[in-house]
């Protein structure tokens, strides 16, 4: 039995500049997974790889994950590529990965599911539904909300929301995936409606502007903390909901929950790579 599994793709990330060609792993469950891994709590990750890209799951072994690594045709591969020095990127995804099926997870016992859906065939309505009749469900909305079509992402609605957002206990979205699922701009608007639904506790990531979180009827306004240097953004929403999931299953308040989350992304994001700091270290800049 564990505490918290994640479920999603790791991904082959292949960053071009004009200087150097980069493979490095990527993925809401690489960065949920690097965030959570020195937390005291019984964690298990689930992916799925192609056998060429198996080191990507063994480096995280090494780490000390517990992880399940199913095997897929394909890794999901991303080519970000930067011509010039400016920020300008040309992304494409080169290949997707098989989605995750109920029957290779239906053993697995855990307290709270997070859910990384890449893009929106990853995980079928009726594997959440399976999900949810276990345990809890988490959900990071974002890879419902694109799809790829000649190997570009785009951006799409998710035809089976009504079907699924009733199974969840958890739901995190940010401002722009929030109005996309909901047609509201106002984000006190936009959670009330996810809540009606049927999610438990709504989040939804602002960015600088913090974090609101709904839940119980209350609205929860938690300030981002700023950070010491702003140095690579790339996984701070899943840094936070590590964060936020390890405190939740704690039995800490949403208020402190959504905190000790936005303390761990200020820290990921003033460094490059995934976060790699232990509760204390967070502890301690909560208490500065």
């Not at 990750?45 to 000390?64: M, P």
């Not at 999610?199 to 938690?222: C, D, P, Q, R, W």
């Not at 949403?254 to 790699?276: L, Q, T």
Request: charged share 20%; net charge negative; glycine share 6%.
């Amino acid at each position: 039995m564990y505490d918290i599994c994640c479920i999603g793709h790791l991904t082959h990330d292949k960053i071009v500049t004009p200087h150097h060609t980069v493979h490095m792993a990527g993925g809401t469950s690489f960065y949920f997974s690097h965030a959570i891994k020195k937390m005291p709590v019984r964690y298990h990750l689930v992916t799925s790889l192609a056998k060429t890209d198996i080191a990507f799951a063994e480096d995280l072994i090494q780490a000390g994950i517990d992880t399940t690594v199913l095997s897929s045709e394909h890794t999901v591969y991303f080519e970000n590529i930067y011509p010039d020095q400016s920020d300008h990127r040309e992304q494409k995804v080169l290949f997707t990965a098989d989605p995750f099926q109920f029957a290779d997870i239906a053993a697995l016992q855990s307290s709270i599911f997070h859910l990384g859906p890449l893009l929106a065939e990853d995980m079928s309505a009726e594997l959440i539904q399976a999900l949810a009749a276990k345990s809890r469900v988490s959900l990071d909305v974002q890879g419902y909300l694109r799809k790829v079509i000649d190997q570009e992402v785009v951006a799409t609605s998710w035809s089976q929301a009504k079907q699924v957002l009733p199974y969840i206990s958890i739901l995190k979205a940010n401002e722009t995936e929030a109005e996309k699922l909901t047609g509201l701009s106002d984000h006190y608007g936009a959670a009330k409606y996810l809540a009606d639904t049927g999610v438990k506790e709504v989040i939804i990531t602002l960015g600088s502007k913090g974090s609101l979180i709904y839940a119980e009827g209350n609205f929860y306004e938690v300030p981002a903390i700023q950070p010491s240097a702003v140095v690579d953004a790339t996984g701070c929403g899943d840094t936070y909901m590590a964060g936020y999931l390890y405190k939740r299953f704690q039995k800490a308040s949403y208020y402190e929950a959504g905190i000790f989350g936005a303390a761990m992304a200020s820290v990921k994001i003033a460094a490059s790579g995934p976060f790699n700091g232990t509760e204390t270290a967070i502890t301690d800049l909560l208490n500065s």
